[in-house]
């Protein structure tokens, strides 16, 4: 049985920048014009490991690090509830801060948790299709294709389940596109390191994967 030993690598940066990116997504910042959660400095980074594990590893290998991603901000906004709900001693006084960093609301968790999904799986799908398609050239096309249209789809999920209904439509429009501006922004600039990353992975691993007659189901974690 083939072994991949930097497949588990990309699995942890993945899980670990979804959760560093959930913890700091409450604090805003100015970018130039724009005002965006911090968290999408970090974010980025998950596009970059799903290019590089469908781009190496295919489409089927991806799939179970973007669940197994899904799964780690789940658990971990799980255990932050359970421990804002526990008492603390009377000399600890940081309580209030404890809950404004690492309280979730429901809505935010789903928002968050549905466009981690629909931005993740359009990503994976655009790059291994469109790698068949050229026959594994034009890497940083379709690299900057899956990129933008998954920074889109991710920004429109989120922004508008997370705050339909509590900002004007004029400046939730302001934020994905602020939001998707920064992010793919981040993504171009360090894309010709993804590429140079990917490379290396592929003589390393010594694979480089064609999703050839392969059923595209987010669902399964086996064919």
Known sequence: MQTHKLYAIWAVLLS????ISMITAQ???PVGYFSISAANIIFPFAYIISDLVTEVYGFKKSR??????LFSM???SMVFQIIIMLPSIPEWQNQEAFVQVL???PRIVIASSLAYLCGEFAN????S???VRSEGKFISLRVLVS???AHIIDSVVFVCIAFYGTYHASVILQIITSETVVKFGIECVLMPITILLIVWVKKTEKIDTYDRGIRYSIFSLHG
């Open 64 to 69: 179970k690090i973007i669940w197994l991603g």
């Open 129 to 131: 299709k469109m790698k």
């Open 124 to 127: 994976s799908i655009i790059v």
């Open 147 to 149: 990129s933008i249209v």
């Open 27 to 29: 604090k805003i910042m």
């Open 103 to 105: 309280g979730q609301t």
């Open 74 to 76: 789940v658990l971990a």
């Open 16 to 19: 670990t920048t979804m959760v």
